[in-house]
């Protein structure tokens, strides 16, 4: 039986209601150097495997798993930003070992995720990875029926779309069936845009008004040009994909419990977006939890500022419920 459930943990107040690196952060085929696992007591992390190809360019991930232990682990497949600072990858390659010494399979893919990599290139880009992760499940001892996904901004987004919609060709399935629904368990989105639709009529609204702040103005003009580079022009002018690219447009009755972090001081993805998604969610009788943290903007880090910590411990009893908890009540 589905539940449903919404909480809103705000940080004054419990109420209810990272270097620039290229589109996919990787070397060229030609490029390409050997891998060399790195080991330390608890965890093995093996870093710039190939998990697919775009032409002559080479598309990576890292793993790192338990070192102690035969498995199989559950496994959670990080997405990093697409916003002009995001780090890459290697930016959660911490989250992927903080996974692995909590008795997880982490793996950070990069993808194609530049304005100019128009959409459907990262959900391809997504798909095939979780497709590697489920074909080398025996070698980096994943349990290929407990795959979760966690993504922070545009990587947020990614984790939803790949999670909640099926391997049809429309969508850029590299061969998949529209059948074959999707092996994700459960997701976390970090600030994700969920209706780019209505993110986009958001950023003209802010540009137009005279009393939006020009820091402000300029976010909302940054998203709203990446947005139409991305999607190919306005959702006047191309509303079909602005519809295909919204996770909010693939929720149906069934599919995977999702976790919602955002904060409420968002400039660049308003927290608006997390409850529009909640909602159209919990009216389909979805499993979802929401996390909004007061004051806090779009970006924060785990290891210094109590909020992400607070979000950082809702993540990991999340993914235990999810990923640990239901496996061992089978």
């Known amino acids: 039986m589905i539940r449903a459930f919404m909480f809103v943990l705000c940080w004054t107040c419990l109420h209810s209601g990272h270097a620039q690196q290229t589109s996919s952060g990787q070397p060229t085929a030609g490029e390409r150097k050997p891998t060399i696992p790195e080991e330390t007591p608890t965890v093995v992390l093996c870093p ?3 998990y697919h190809a775009v032409g002559k360019t080479n598309l990576l991930l890292d793993v790192a798993y338990p070192k102690q232990g035969e498995g199989p682990f559950p496994a959670v497949v990080l997405f990093h930003g697409s916003g002009p600072a995001n780090k890459g990858r290697k930016g959660l390659v911490p989250w992927a070992k903080d996974l692995a010494r909590q008795g997880y399979v982490g793996i950070a893919v990069g993808y194609r995720c530049k304005p100019e990599d128009s959409f459907p290139a990262p959900l391809q880009d997504a798909r095939c990875a979780i497709r590697w992760v489920q074909q080398h499940a025996a070698t980096y001892k994943i349990d290929s029926d407990r795959i979760g996904v966690m993504g922070f901004s545009g990587g947020g987004s990614l984790a939803c779309m790949v999670g909640m919609s099926r391997a049809d060709d429309s969508l850029g399935g590299h061969g998949g069936s529209a059948d074959q629904p999707s092996p994700v368990r459960a997701i976390v989105s970090y600030s994700g845009p969920m209706d780019l639709t209505r993110l986009h009529e958001s950023c003209v609204q802010s540009i137009k008004n005279q009393e939006t702040p020009l820091p402000r103005k300029f976010m909302s003009s940054y998203v709203k040009g990446a947005l139409e580079k991305w999607l190919g022009g306005s959702p006047t002018q191309v509303p079909g994909r602005y519809i295909e690219a919204s996770p909010i447009n693939h929720v149906k009755k069934d599919g995977p419990p999702i976790l919602l972090i955002h904060g409420a001081a968002d400039s660049m993805v308003p927290v608006e ?3 529009l998604l909640t909602k159209k969610l919990l009216g ?16 924060f880090d785990e290891r210094g500022d109590a909020r992400a910590r607070l979000a950082a411990d809702a993540t990991w009893a999340f993914l235990n419920q999810h990923l640990k908890e239901e496996k061992s009540r089978e």
């Open 48 to 50: 710039d495997l190939v």
């Open 284 to 299: 389909e009788g979805r499993q979802v939890g929401l996390v909004v943290f007061d004051n806090a903007s779009h970006d």
């Open 273 to 275: 977006q997390a409850l």
